[in-house]
């Protein structure tokens, strides 16, 4: 009896095992079940980040995405979840003059009888987001080929760091830049891009008067208050002693490498009046002349610039303007170059869209333009420096980021100059990415 209450016993055990052991198995099998599940949505969440950080590095910007004026593509770091961004623009452009005479050079007569090809720049953008908050951005530029040679006025090529800086980002209202930094003044200085502005090449009250691209090391606090945008802070200044007959400050402009204790103050601010029009203006001060004492002359040579400009982009029109003045103290005191106390200029450029009902663009366009870079008939030829320019062409948007450009350019000298007027027909292609 006692043998068949064991068996029993034991049966019951084994049978009660068995059933907790299946119990656990199916338990398991819904373990496994669920973490292949969780698995493979892991996996798909890793391949959409990935494709996702993959776009954003190597596909083009939105076409809307500026960031505090910059250019689409240079803005590219501000947008972005990736920690590091790659962008960039370049510019190719083909160029024949049909009428010209330089009165000083029989040198570059004879060159501008030929067809002029160039890769005109190739600039890729870095950016690196160190956190949600700090960010860096380098601009290098490649210009016409990009080999560095000395300037014989036929070949000169260069690469140059154009910026590289880092943003401490506090808040939208209020920002820290610092570092090698474009020079918050006009239109084109900030956003150079070829996709920006609408002529083959960029305007020339926006390439002598404002020396785009004006780029040296300081610190700007910026940001952006409701529609209301803002740059103020200090640059180091350019350098009088490289300042040349009829192009005010231009060549003045430092490099990366330093040594001065000329430092100015720039401010810029800029209005969002809605509906595509955007109004805003630039000031800029500094004394340029500590380099002078290096030929022993003791002399500020202070520069003052004040400009206006307004854009305007709604029902298929774009249209551009800007005014500038330029004043230059001891302008009379740097040896060896007749230079000018006062220069002013001004621009208009107006082109509309003819493709309305599709996604690319095709705007006929023309631009007007008056410089007068010898406003007080300072130096012995001041004729020489005062000229319109009108420029008649169109822009084909195949994409938002390439465009085509053709135009026929005319410049007008006044009626006493000694240099004959000029005439050239220009074709660029441009992109960003």
Known sequence: MNKMYMSLLVSSLVL?????????????????????????????????????????????????????????????????????????????????????????????NKRRKKIETNVVRFVPYIGFRFNDWIVMNTEIEFEDGGAKTQDDGNDYKYAIIEFSYIDFMFSKEASLRVGHVLVPFGNINLNHEPV????????????????????????????????????IGTVSAPDASDYKEGTFIQQGRRGAKQTTNDFGIVARAQYDFGSGLVAGTSFYHSNTGGDLDYVGIDANV??????????????????????????????????GVELSSK????YVTAGYNVLRSSTQRLLPYVEIEHLNMDANDDTTLPDNHKFNEYTAGFAYYPDPHVVVKLDYWIKDYNADATLADEEAVTASLGFIF
């Open 196 to 231: 920006a502005y609408l002529t083959a090449e960029r305007p020339t009250v926006e390439t002598i008067i404002i020396p785009s691209t004006w780029h040296t090391n300081g610190a700007l606090l910026f940001g952006q208050i409701d529609d209301f945008e803002y740059y």
């Open 16 to 108: 009660a095992s068995e059933a907790d052991l299946q119990k656990q198995l199916d338990e398991l099998r819904s373990e496994m079940k669920e973490l292949k599940i969780e698995q493979s949505q892991t996996n798909e969440s890793l391949v959409e980040e990935l494709v996702s950080i993959k776009n954003e590095m190597f596909m083009p910007a939105s076409e809307s995405e500026s960031f505090s004026s910059l250019g689409v593509a240079a803005s590219k770091v501000y947008h972005t979840k990736s920690v590091v961004s790659i962008g960039g623009y370049g510019e190719y452009k083909l160029k024949k003059y049909t009428e010209f005479k330089n009165g000083g050079s029989d040198n570059a």
């Open 343 to 346: 220069v002013y200029g001004a």
């Open 302 to 335: 202070a520069v003052t610039m004040a400009e206006v400009h307004a854009t305007y982009k709604n029902n298929d029109w774009e249209i551009s303007a800007l005014a500038v003045f330029g004043d230059m103290g001891d302008y009379d005191k740097i040896p």
